[in-house]
């Protein structure tokens, strides 16, 4: 890959943290090949990146591309000046900087001003910021520094402010408002009542520069915000050209051991490469090779050349291209690769009548074998038999050997196997239980294929015919069942998932024959082709096959780093007749030596050596691990490196802490390069425990653990208590207090102050302010108007805050002092207040004064003091009276007067009780009594209840009926003739007054009376006698009644019953007015009764019978 310097895609670009004030970023994008290096430096001291002060950051963004990032934290004024960021790779350096400066303008927060120089160029930042104790009203508020953002041709200009409702917002620039189109965006995102404002200034030049300004308005006001703006020397222009582009799709060419992706592209000026694959970069050279050929003009063909192909090299190999004018990728999937064979191996046992071949072959997947024989010449080769993937048959999967059932213990590992025929190559799926098995730490699935091996009969046969199936994993068979003198040759094809290989080139031709009972002696000869070092990750196991020639039959001694080898349960050694076979199982590190094989027979020695490595993880870092420069925050921890580092160079260290007697370790941060690790985000006063492993690429070792544990504390204590907070001004919604400093500072200087505060009645305290004040007097603002709250103060020093000093008592968020006054009442008459009679009377008094004002409320120039019955409340500016359930004794002149140190004043209300009227005044007189008629007079109520009658409601009582029934309730004077009563029936009458407020009760007369007249009818006539008598009359006469009733008789009626009758009829045709009467017309010897009546005004009397018929 061709090698390209630094350059900077982005030029550096300064960013504050929106949630941490406290937090920067410096943060730029450069380009280069291979992976730059990154330095910064500050006033041209080298920072150290690693630390929780400063952390840098470097990530791939696309191809050679890498954003790197500056975070500084806890933000101070020390951290002003030049930044320096160097960049450099083995083909070149660039440097630039970022001047970082803090300004504080009347009403304006701290803010950063950023400089990007790639030369000399610079962006400078001031900020206005409203003032924040305003944000509660729901105006726009300002409440975090402005960003700038550079990019290649544009910058970014975005602010932050709180404001209920959504505000709209205006940009100008100099003062002239700035119309949005091709050049100029702004946009707003919100969340809640917080928004965010941004301005995106296209195509940009240094006419840009200036002073911008950002009004934010809604119904509730507005707030601003300015940043200043100077752009100079930065030419954003991207260079004249063509970015990368792909042509075509990546194709592969593929052999037994090398594979190349091609690619067309386009681009000028040409590009530089990046490859990776599975997303790592690919850095071996050995094994991978880049090219880029020109095609012609600005077109170009790219390879990428894979060598010595393994199963391991498949994966998505990306390529990433860049030039000046930008980048470009694309992706390609390199997959199955097919089997490749090494030369084909063969020994004979003409004891056995056997021939053992052996082959090695690489695949992915690992291959099938099938071995047959054939009877002809080897210089053709018949067709391949179904079982190759050859043309375009198929055949559906059958079991050819069913999975068998196994029993085994808990804890056992298990293989389960089966055999699966078909074409093309089925895909199996294991189930346990109706669930799909897939693989995992608990499930290995292996798809193993088999070789073929092939026989080639004696020079008369034709046909090669297969032998035998042999399992990938194994490497040699031994052929059975051959004839003494047959001449054979083998040859062998592997069998994977995609198909047969081409057959390997066949041995040369072999006569089976008995080993000659007689044979020439020869020493050992050794085959020192198969011998080479070996390495293997510990728990895996590795087995030799070292092939030799000796007459007779030789010894074998196994020696490591020149102690005999002692085979164990571990390791098993084998000497044949004409191979040594060494197996370990699950080696170990201690395995790690230089393995020497020495064989003997009686005609001499030979030997052979060569050495494994068992890779391992290493040992545990060496002790002991010391903890120093320990504060309350952090401390600085140093170790010594393993004695072994596993057979692979330590990457790094892995460092972890756990608080003293908690069981969960914590990762302290990233891994650590040497042997000393800065911690930090400790918590003062905790015990912790610390433990270090180092890692190699095969894993950790055992950790290195602190001998006891370490306590954070700083060597120095919190300053002492300020003095006591006093309070020294006060509005509706603030308190400003002032305390002195504490005498003693702990031993460290005091960094500010921090402001509790709580409510009255509460015991929950609320911190005021999140970062430390500086002075000794703070305003606490956003309280409550009217609520009392108690404060506290504690000093901050680098050991942390000390103890607090408490108010003396609670203060009032209240206005500034003013004498009282009441609000709604004339200074030249009282106010009237008209209550019912039974409700409560409630008398209001809204006031002004501070500090709130003692009430007192008087009844006739009496103080009315708070009882059972009366309530006297003051909350809220309001003083308010309660009487509950007035009567008409309430009534009279209250006052309420307010009272403070400033002065006092009184008011006054005239409160009216009104009610029902009393009861008419009696007696309750009748008169005038007639038969249908009669009079009634009464008094007036003593009391008219506050309001004047407005009529008398008159009742009857007919004790016939027995019940009362009303006349009139329209009566406006204490008298009323009552009419339309029936004669002779006794009545009661009341009387009930009424008004606006209700009626009496009612006044009831005291005894019944009877309607009728005032004199009674007269009694019968005295005296009545016959005075004359004929055969046919009779003449009575009588006397006047001796009772008239009281009034003159007017007239007489005389009666008659004649015999036989019961009815008596009136004799007289008209009144009587004398005192006798004849009767005519009666029969004579007959008996009649005779009677008399007298009447007067009441009507007629009784009768008078004559005495004898």
């Known amino acids: 890959m061709a090698a390209s310097a630094p350059k900077f895609t982005k030029p550096p670009a300064i960013r504050q943290s929106p949630d941490d004030s406290t937090r920067l970023y410096l943060e730029c994008q450069v380009q280069g090949t291979p992976k730059p290096d990154v330095t910064w430096f500050q006033n041209e001291a080298k920072l150290s990146t690693t630390s929780t002060k400063h952390k840098q950051t470097i990530k791939v963004a696309t191809g050679n591309n890498y954003d790197v990032t500056l975070e500084i934290t806890e933000l101070g004024p020390n951290d002003a000046g030049t930044y320096k960021i160097v960049v450099k790779n083995k083909a070149g350096e660039i440097t630039a900087n970022v001047n970082l400066n803090f300004s504080n303008e009347d009403d304006a927060a701290a803010a950063p001003a950023a400089s990007s120089e790639e030369g000399k160029s610079n962006a400078h930042i001031p900020l206005n910021l409203d003032n924040q104790e305003q944000g509660s009203s729901g105006r726009p508020t300002f409440t975090q520094a402005p960003q700038v953002r550079m990019f290649e041709e544009s910058v970014l200009l975005e602010c932050r402010c709180t404001a209920e409702p959504i505000p709209s917002f205006t940009w100008t620039l100099d003062g002239k408002p700035i119309t949005m189109g091709a050049r100029y965006k702004q946009g707003i995102l919100s969340e809640g009542n917080t928004h965010t404002i941004f301005l995106e200034i296209a195509q940009l030049t240094a006419k840009d520069s200036g002073a911008y300004k950002v009004t934010a308005k809604n119904v509730k006001g507005d707030g601003v915000a300015n940043i200043q703006l100077n752009i100079e020397g930065i030419d954003f222009k991207l260079p004249e050209g063509i970015a990368p582009s792909f042509l075509n799709k990546p194709s592969i060419k593929q052999d037994a051991k090398t594979a190349t992706v091609q690619i067309d592209i386009i681009a000028d000026p040409s590009p530089s490469l990046h490859w990776t694959k599975d997303g790592k970069e690919l850095l071996n050279v050995d094994k991978v090779v880049t090219r880029i050929e020109r095609k012609g003009g600005n077109q170009y063909t790219i390879s990428l050349d894979i060598k010595n192909l393994a199963s391991s090299d498949s994966g998505v190999y990306k390529c990433t291209l860049s030039n000046e004018c930008g ?309 600085t921890l140093n170790w010594k490196p393993p004695k072994d580092d596993g057979g692979n160079d330590i990457k790094h260290y892995v460092v972890e802490r756990r608080e003293a007697g908690t069981e969960k370790w914590t990762k302290v941060g990233p891994p650590v390069l040497g042997t000393t690790c800065d911690v930090r985000g400790l918590e003062d006063g905790k015990n912790y425990e610390f433990r270090v492993a180092a890692e190699n690429d095969n894993g950790l070792s055992e950790a290195l653990v602190v001998d006891t544990p370490v306590k954070a504390k700083w060597p120095f204590r919190p300053p002492d208590a300020p003095g006591t907070p006093e309070c020294i001004g006060h509005t509706s919604e603030s308190i400003t207090l002032q305390w002195a400093r504490p005498q003693n500072d702990g031993g460290n200087p005091v960094r500010g102050y921090l402001i509790e505060k709580k409510e009255k009645g509460t015991d929950r305290w609320i911190p005021v302010n999140r970062e430390p004040t500086a002075g000794t007097e ?109 009567k008409a004794g309430d009534t009279g002149l209250y006052s309420c007067t307010l009272k403070n140190h400033l002065g006092q004043e009184t008011v006054q209300m005239k409160v009216i009780v009104v009610d029902k009227p009393d009861t008419p005044e009696g007696p309750l007189n009748i008169s005038d009594v007639k038969p249908d008629s009669c009079l009634l007079t009464w008094k007036p109520p003593k009391t008219d209840g506050g309001s004047p009658i407005t009529n008398y409601i008159i009742e009857k009582f007919d004790t016939k009926k027995g019940e009362w029934q009303k006349v009139s309730s329209f009566c406006r004077s204490p008298f009323y003739e009552v009419t339309g009563l029936n004669e002779g029936s006794e009545y009661k009458f009341r009387v009930s007054a009424e008004n606006l407020y209700g009626q009496s009760v009612p006044l009831e007369c005291e005894k019944p009376i009877i309607a009728k007249n005032p004199f009674d009818a007269p009694q019968g006539p005295a005296n009545v006698e016959v005075g004359k008598q004929t055969e046919n009359s009779v003449t009575l006469k009588w006397d006047k009644p001796k009772n008239d009733g009281g009034s003159k008789v007017t007239a007489y009626q005389v009666e008659i019953r004649k015999p036989d009758s019961d009815i008596w009829e009136i004799a007289n045709d008209y009144p009587i007015k004398g005192n006798d009467f004849t009767v005519d017309n009666l029969s004579t010897g007959k008996p009649y009764e005779f009677r008399v009546k007298a009447k007067n005004a009441a009507g007629w009397g009784e009768y008078t019978k004559l005495d004898r018929p």
Not at 603 to 620: D, M
Not at 782 to 791: I, N, Q
Not at 807 to 816: C, F, L, S, Y
């Open 778 to 886: 703070y305003t606490v603002p956003a309280l409550v108007d009217g609520k009392e709250y108690e404060f506290r103060v504690a000093a901050v020093n680098r050991a942390g805050p000390g103890e607090y000093a408490k108010t003396e008592g609670p203060i009032q968020a209240r206005p500034p002092d003013v004498a009282p006054h009441a609000v709604g009442f004339s200074a030249f008459s009282p106010k009237e207040i008209i209550v019912r009679a039974g409700e409560d009377l409630k008398i209001t008094v809204p006031f002004v004064g501070s500090p709130a004002p003692q009430v007192t409320f008087a009844k006739n120039g009496d103080e009315i003091k708070p009882d059972g019955n009366n309530q006297v409340t003051v909350k809220d500016g309001i003083a308010e009276l309660i009487v509950p359930k007035v």
């Open 327 to 635: 980048d470009n990728a694309n992706l390609k999937q390199l997959d199955k690769l097919a089997p490749a064979f090494e030369k084909l191996k063969a020994t004979k046992d003409n004891k056995q009548e056997l021939i053992k071949i052996e082959c090695r072959c690489k695949a992915k997947q690992e291959p099938k074998s099938t071995t047959s024989t054939d009877s002809g010449n080897d210089e053709e080769e018949k067709k391949p038999k179904p079982t190759q993937a050859a043309g375009n048959k198929m055949i559906a999967p059958v079991f050819a050997d069913k999975p068998k059932e196994v029993t085994a213990n808990d804890g056992d590992k298990v293989q389960v196997e089966c055999k699966v025929t078909g074409i093309p190559a089925p895909e199996i799926t294991w189930f346990l239980i109706k669930k799909e098995i897939k693989p995992s730490a608990s499930y290995s699935i292996h798809i193993c294929c088999s070789y073929e091996i092939v026989l080639k009969k004696t020079p008369d046969g034709r046909d090669w015919t297969e032998v035998a199936e042999v399992p990938g994993r194994e490497h040699s068979y031994i052929v059975p069942n051959l004839k003494e003198g047959d001449d054979v040759s083998f040859r062998i094809r592997a069998v994977n998932a995609i198909g047969p290989s081409e057959s390997s080139r066949p041995t040369d031709g072999i006569t089976v024959q008995d080993q000659p009972v007689f044979f020439m002696s020869k020493p050992p000869f050794l085959d020192l082709g198969s011998i080479k070092d070996i390495t293997v990750k510990a728990g895996k196991d590795f087995e030799l096959h070292i092939p030799y020639k000796a007459t007779p039959k030789a010894t074998a001694q196994w020696f490591v780093d020149d102690k005999e080898l002692s085979p164990d349960d571990r390791v098993n050694v084998k000497t044949l007749d004409n191979v040594v076979t060494l197996l370990n199982r699950k080696a170990e590190r201690g395995d790690t030596g230089i393995y020497k094989l020495v064989l003997k027979n009686s005609e001499g020695t030979n030997q052979v050596q060569f050495r494994v490595n068992v890779l391992s993880p290493p040992t545990k870092p060496e002790g002991p691990l010391d903890a120093t420069n320990v504060t309350a925050e952090g401390c």
